[in-house]
């Protein structure tokens, strides 16, 4: 079965497009969690952060970028919530990358991501630290 994402970008299944360029499509989701609610996609099929390229990620940052204040304008929003699910621990329902777009008024039930989790884990000062040490050993390499 072919990607959901993929078939919108090609035309093949309607949806109502907000923004289109050469790498990018941007269209309101069907299942909004807000009026407004947009989802942003590269053209080019990446399941997760990882699998696209930094110049896809640029070009989708950026038409996030340019639609954000937009929606929120129209929506009569001063926020919104920027998210990326980069895999389906993490909720992603489509196996494609993208990035909503949630326009935000103050007490819409909404929250920051903090709130997504009951418990918090309890992480120490030196497990940070060692953390932060794996980290920039691996990503330098």
């Given at each position: 079965?072919?990607c959901i ?21 941007a269209f ?21 952060l990882a ?91």
């Amino acid at each position: 079965m072919e990607c959901i994402f993929c078939q919108i970008a090609e035309g093949a299944i309607p949806n109502v497009t907000l923004w289109e360029d050469d790498e990018t499509l941007a269209f309101l989701d069907i299942r909004p969690l807000r009026p407004g609610h947009a989802l942003v996609i590269p053209k080019t099929h990446a399941a997760r952060l990882a699998d696209a390229s930094p110049a896809s990620m640029q070009a989708v940052m950026a038409t996030v970028q340019r639609l954000t204040p937009v929606i929120t304008q129209l929506t009569g929003s001063t926020d919104a919530t920027i998210a990326i699910h980069d895999g389906p621990a993490a909720g992603q329902e489509v196996p494609h990358l993208h990035v909503h777009i949630v326009p935000r008024q103050p007490g819409d039930g909404g929250g920051p991501i903090h709130a997504l989790f009951d418990r918090r884990s309890s992480v120490s000062s030196e497990e940070m630290h060692d953390f932060a040490i794996q980290v920039q050993q691996l990503v330098a390499q």
